[in-house]
């Protein structure tokens, strides 16, 4: 009986991914679930919160990034934290359809406030290191590049889906100068930059982030060297997780959804995240602004309470 | 009825004029008008004040005996100098006052209204140098301060507790006059609270706190029958300084419990509020128990939130109904914030214990068994290490519990903890307080199972319920802390007793801590009733809280 409605969420979903492929899944994931809230014919408010939470969970299982999950939730916190003493429910779901309205048009901003928090960062003449291919990182740079700064930018491979390359391409287009280093030549490299900027899956309570396997590493290295560490993140990525170490993080965040659903056994496959403790971070640009590593825990208390 | 009305006549007087009209006035059975009750309590203020310039003047008198009279001007040129001299420094602004007194010690009385008045002048000046520079005066009042009273003479500095000054025999003898003023009837020496004096050589990093010795508790020097102090208190002191009731979430429970007991018994005298007298009938208690034993962090937290709960109380409400609030408000919070708490922890906790899991625990906390216990019935499979210390040796007690339930354990000394870190997968620990800096205030000996667990990289886990958060901030064990017992170290596991003649070596110190503080660095996750918080959010939570109260 779930089916079809299963499928139409699944296939709208795909659709916002294709077209436009430039949106967070996160922000699609959103959008979903709006257009889910107006289609839905509940009769009670409990039961329109249930079928949401239902739609974040298929969603999640379709795209098992932490920030769908973590947006879903938001979302969901968002539109209900308001008075919903109304008496007619059409009137309360208008209210939530508004709310949910309001909180797509705050997060697709998100991107250009970060961008203009984190490009004073980059100074003229700076060689920066980041990791894998993140959207975010790419609209930091772009706006850095749109303000006449020169920097060059070296870019790990990040296998084993060898998004890095993907990043060198969009870099190129900018006529900012390149180069393409291996995962295993971080330590290597880490010597002629002056910042590390990478982007999060999620970011944790404890002011950590979750974010694409090899992150870690850098973050190790860079620690060594004395470099600065940058984070940026969007604010509906913040998760309330806090995980103590790598084998903390739950199973669900690890592997893609489809691993997940085939595999059996899985410690024969090969995690796709890993996790950076709050230690290794220098700073997180948010569009809640720059936060330490300490601040996100209140600004998480602020958000889900 | 006769009882009573003494009872509360001991209030407002300390000379024998007032008491007798007083005495009159309330046999005539005629209320005190506002303006009678308020010309009462200023003089009262003005009889405490004189009281206290007398008592500073003899004080004085015998600093300056101590301290040589180096700058000794002739006495008639002296008034006129020392407010010279408040400009350039105002902390060693008492040597020069003082000093220069010395040579009218002679014709004191003559000579005692000038010298009130150059006190009250240097006073001034002192007070308008150091607004001037308040940047000097901090510095310069560091390594003035030990020696000068606090108090008066430097308003910018802040006033230390007195628990913390006990080398300081300024503060001491304020402390007595505090506890005699405390007594609330009968005022013969007898029924007073007394000064619990200490025991034997202090190490001199800790000579600033108080080290009492357990043979010795204060119940021995009360008088029989000491109307002052309700049994059921003098009972819980005397479990407390011999160490029958310990652990912090146990002494405020028993706190709580024995206060419910005051306010069964308690009856509204004439003409006093129950808000108001009820609370003053509290401050001996809580100095006698502090004379017994140092107060803990929750106990201090579960005080405020009496007071302010009888405060609270209005003034139209009958006594028995205020009885009835007061003792159900009491029964809430603690189930509230020990009982429930203590569930919601272990909760969040369970999801942090996975199968396979080896656990190390320290000393004997009360939560960290409980959710051990919890974990155990909800089918975890893990093992539990449980490290203990001397002299106290409470890690028994925890094996003893954690053993009864069927978990499998292992016991060790905190001298092997480096040896037995690399099987470990978690450290569980329970703390006495969290300060406002996220610096964990535990038993002696927790700080340094932390450190150790950061340097083989084993995440370290405290749980603490939010009632023990408190607004004070500490960065090192030796400001704050407690001395216990420095007999308990002489006997051995053996029974050798070597150190039997400690006190007659001159050059031989024991020293016998009770708590440390921990770094937020070493700390990874705080486990409190509202969720997993980092260590460095302590302040959210506080704040959180103060805009709920």
Known sequence: ?305 | TDVIIESSVGYFTEGPERKDDIVKAKQEGKELTKEEKQRLRKEKKQQKKSKEKKDDKPSRDSEKEKKPASAASPAPQTPTQPPAQKAPSAAPAPVPVPASETPSAADKPAKSKAELKAERRARQEAERASKGKKGDVGPQAAPGKPKAPPSELQPVVKRLPEHVQVDNPEVLKKLAKKLERQQTPEYNAATKIPLRSDYGYKVSLFSHLHQYSRKAPLTQQLGIPSTVIHPAIVRLGLQYSQGIVAGSNARSVALLHAFKQVIRDYTTPPNEELSRDLVNRLKPYISFLNQCRPLSASMGNAIKYIKKEISNIPSQCKEEEAKRKLLNCIDCYINEKIVLAAKAIAKYSIEKISDGDVILVYGCSSLVNHILCEAFEKNRKFRVIVVDSRPRLEGREALRRLVQKGINCTYVLISAVSYILPEVSKVFLGAHALLANGYVMSRVGTSQIALVAKAFNVPVLVCCETYKFCERVQTDSFVSNELDDPDDLIVTRTGTTQLEHWQEVPSLGLLNLVYDVTPPDFVDLVITDLGMIPCTSVPVVLRVKNVDQ
């Open chain 1, 1 to 305: 009986m779930m089916e079809p409605k299963y499928q139409n969420l699944v296939e709208y979903f795909r659709a916002q991914m294709r077209k436009d492929p430039d949106m967070a899944s996160a922000v699609a994931a959103i959008r979903t679930l709006l257009e889910f809230l107006k289609r839905d014919k509940g009769e009670t408010i409990l039961g329109l919160r249930e079928s949401l939470k239902w739609a974040t969970d298929c969603l999640t299982g379709e795209d098992s990034s932490v920030a769908v999950s973590s947006g879903g939730e938001l979302f969901l916190r968002f539109i209900s934290l308001t008075s919903l003493e109304h008496q007619d429910l059409s009137r309360c779901k208008k209210v939530m359809e508004e709310r949910g309205e309001l909180f797509l048009e705050k997060i697709s901003m998100s991107r250009t406030k970060v961008a203009k928090l984190c490009h004073t960062f980059i100074k003229d003449g700076a060689k920066i290191l980041t990791h894998s291919y993140s959207r975010v990182v790419l609209r930091v740079l772009e706006k850095a590049a749109a303000e006449k700064k020169r920097f060059s930018v070296y870019v790990t491979e990040s296998q084993p889906d060898s998004a890095g390359r993907q990043m060198a391409e969009a870099l190129r287009k900018l006529n900012v100068p390149v180069t393409v280093v291996l995962d295993a030549a971080v330590g290597y490299v880490l010597e002629k930059v002056d910042l590390v900027i990478v982007g999060a899956e999620g970011v944790v309570e404890s002011g950590g982030i979750i974010n694409k396997i090899g992150t870690y590493q850098m973050a190790v290295c860079s620690k060594a060297h004395n470099k600065p560490f940058y984070v940026v993140a969007e604010s509906f990525k913040f998760v309330r997780l806090y995980p103590l170490n790598q084998q903390d993080v739950p199973d669900k965040f690890k592997y893609k959804a489809d691993t997940l659903k085939t595999v059996q056994n899985l410690s024969e496959e090969h995690p796709m995240i890993d996790y950076t403790p709050p230690s290794l971070i220098t700073l997180l640009f948010t569009d809640l602004g720059v936060l330490t590593p300490s601040a996100v825990s209140d600004e998480l208390i602020k958000l889900y309470l």
